[in-house]
Nanobody, 127 residues
Framework: QVQLVESGGGLVQPGGSLRLSCAASGFTAVYYVIGWFRQAPGKEREGVSCITNSGGRTEYADSVKGRFTVSRDNAKNTVYLQMNSLKPEDTAVYYC????????????????????WGQGTQVTVSS
């Protein structure tokens, strides 16, 4: 059974950090691009970051560049999203998703091409 499970969310003060994990099971993650997405209440889902299957290339939304870092450990079938300098506007449910290919592509942030999705983890940035 294919499954993606996010963890690591929580409540953090502005300026703080969190590290999200996305654990894959039921498939070999090394063959899949992994994307991170988020959705805040009343807003559309947005792409946050993408990492190629090898981990050699990454993409970021402008809103998180310089603050978030995506990485992966294919031996552990796990992808990480390190989030630093968090802002209240980063508050959202964060999802990871997987698509069977090697590159992120020009439309990585859209989400429609992804085959598998996790259930999400809540990140709340508030004082």
């Amino acid at each position: 059974q294919v499954q993606l499970v996010e963890s690591g969310g929580g409540l953090v003060q502005p300026g703080g950090s969190l590290r999200l994990s996305c654990a894959a099971s039921g498939f070999t993650a090394v063959y899949y691009v992994i994307g991170w997405f988020r959705q805040a209440p009343g807003k559309e889902r947005e792409g946050v970051s993408c990492i190629t299957n090898s981990g050699g290339r990454t993409e970021y939304a402008d809103s998180v560049k310089g603050r978030f870092t995506v990485s992966r450990d294919n031996a552990k079938n796990t992808v990480y999203l390190q989030m630093n300098s968090l802002k209240p506007e980063d508050t959202a449910v964060y999802y990871c998703a997987a698509v069977y290919r090697a590159w992120c592509g020009s439309n990585w942030y859209g989400g429609s091409e992804y085959e598998y999705w996790g259930q999400g983890t809540q990140v709340t940035v508030s004082s």
